[in-house]
């Protein structure tokens, strides 16, 4: 676990990443009851849309010098585990002898993610949104004895967006935005490394700021219909931080051994999403969908450095060699006629890995193909809404690795489950 840290750290806990790669998309009980489906045209109409869309903040239907705040939080449940074996290669990468140890237990770690999002009207056709939300996180956790120790032990990764954006309403059916995100990041990684006197703790352990931005489109293209578009832009990471080293045979409890430094480029998103109100006999439901394309290709390789040398630290980078992915949506909304307050939801996800095989997954993310399955309801009473959410992921892809660092090589599969549990709360004033 991160054992140095900041306030806004503290304040937003580790997180688990069941987005493909690292993301974290749990980001509104309300948009999770439907497995993110409308998200991006805000069909819930509330304040979530400071960060899927703020040109689609319109649709909370606000007066003017009126505000609305939603806020919430996610449990993360994960469940994957790892069967497979550890040996040491040569310096062609040929096995040389077996690594003793276990399957490394559970390595998912119970994690919680809170947001919060903001929407004030200034006039009828210009608002500011703010969102507060930990949109990248990542934590595996694996036994102290796991075969793969020399690779990876503890990973963990949390992230801070404070996102501040203005919308505008350029006509009924046309709105547009505009934001910038300024992003802090802290991470840790730990592995074993082997030493005459047993096993040392090496961890590399690091933080920095990154600023990015945000523009987004909503369009009214009928009664009870909108389309919403929205781009989040790259992210680059400078971070700098130490390695620390753990070896109580020689006294090393916590120790620095010296400064690193690398960069991490976190990905630039596309989404769209749409939400129509249905008609006739069927004008209590309303059916949307939303699409994602996530510029993963930015996440190559990882090069960590010796600040004083610009050696690499562990002796060559971690090719990642990730891909672009999609991810797509479909959602139903039901509003039952004996109580208008009242909104039931239901949705799936299909989430593509940004992984291309084996041989670039890593112990530290083993990320797969999953299927969600979500399911919700909202309520409102007077100037409040209550919002909560259950979604199931299946990592519907066994995930195989046959990874290779210098000296050591980890094969075997990955299987596993996550489930979410989401609340959220609302007011308007």
Known sequence: ????????????????TFGAGFQ?????ASNLG??????????????TSAFWNPSSAFEVGLAAGKTTIDSGMNFVIPSFSFTGSSYRTDASGNPVAPIGGSNGGNAGELAYVPNFNLVHMFSDDLAITLSITSPYGLETDYDSD????????????????INPSLAYKVNDWLSVSG??????????????SPTALGDAEVSLRGQSWGVGGNIGFTIKYAEGGRLGFHWRSEVSQDITGN???????LGYYDRILAPIETNLTLPQTFNVGVYQRLWGAL??????ADYSFTCWNAFDELDIQNSNTGATVG?????????????ISFGIHYYPEFDENLTLRIGATWDESPVPGPKNRTARIPCSDRAWLAGGLGYKYENMTVNVSYMYIFFYNDSGIDHSTPGVCTTGVYTGHAQVVSIQAGISF
């Open 1 to 16: 676990m991160i054992k140095q840290t900041t306030a806004l750290c503290a304040l937003f806990g580790a997180c688990a």
């Open 179 to 192: 934001g910038v995100s300024l992003q802090y990041m802290h991470a840790e990684l730990t592995q074993a």
């Open 24 to 28: 974290v998309l749990e980001q509104g």
């Open 243 to 249: 390695q620390h080293m753990t070896l109580p045979a």
């Open 315 to 327: 002796g060559e980078p971690v090719h990642e060699n990730w891909k672009n992915v999609s991810r």
């Open 283 to 288: 004008d209590r439901f309303a059916v949307m």
């Open 34 to 47: 439907t497995a993110l489906a409308g998200s991006t045209a805000n069909a819930n109409a509330d304040a």
């Open 146 to 161: 796991w075969v793969g120790r020399y690779q990876a032990l503890n990973s963990d990764l949390t992230t801070v967006d």
